[in-house]
């Protein structure tokens, strides 16, 4: 059974910075894709940004572009969101994804193609 574990969320206040961890146990993403997708109330869950397997090249949506940072440690099945000038509307329950292929630009921030979801973590932005 694949499980997906986020940590690393809280209340921060604008500008400051927060690093996301998501680990997968039950099986290994070295060659596919993973991502990051968030969710603020009211709102659809939209792409923030993700990273393909074997060669790692990262893509992100417009609104994070500059701010975030999407990695991966494939040795601990781990990827990262490295966030950055961080703003209040960031704020949104932040979720890991992957999936058993390798996306491409154009599929990548459609949540449809992910098989695998963490169960979110909360990031608040507040002065």
């Known amino acids: 059974q694949v499980q997906m574990v986020e940590s690393g969320g809280g209340l921060v206040q604008p500008g400051d910075s927060l690093r996301l961890s998501c680990t997968a146990s039950?099986?290994?993403?070295?060659?596919?894709?993973m991502a990051w997708f968030r969710q603020a109330p009211g709102k659809e869950r939209e792409f923030v940004g993700g990273?393909?397997?074997?060669?790692?090249?990262?893509f992100y949506s417009n609104s994070v572009k500059g701010r975030f940072t999407v990695s991966r440690d494939n040795a601990k099945n781990t990827v990262y969101l490295q966030m950055n000038s961080l703003k209040p509307e960031d704020t949104a329950v932040y979720y890991c994804?992957?999936?058993?292929?390798?996306?491409?630009?154009?599929?990548?921030?459609?949540?449809?193609?992910?098989?695998?979801w963490g169960q979110g973590t909360q990031v608040t932005v507040s002065s």
């Open positions: 990273i393909r397997g074997t060669l790692g090249n990262t």
């Open positions: 994804a992957a999936t058993s292929r390798t996306l491409i630009a154009s599929t990548i921030g459609q949540r449809g193609e992910y098989d695998y």
């Open positions: 039950g099986r290994t993403f070295t060659q596919n894709t």
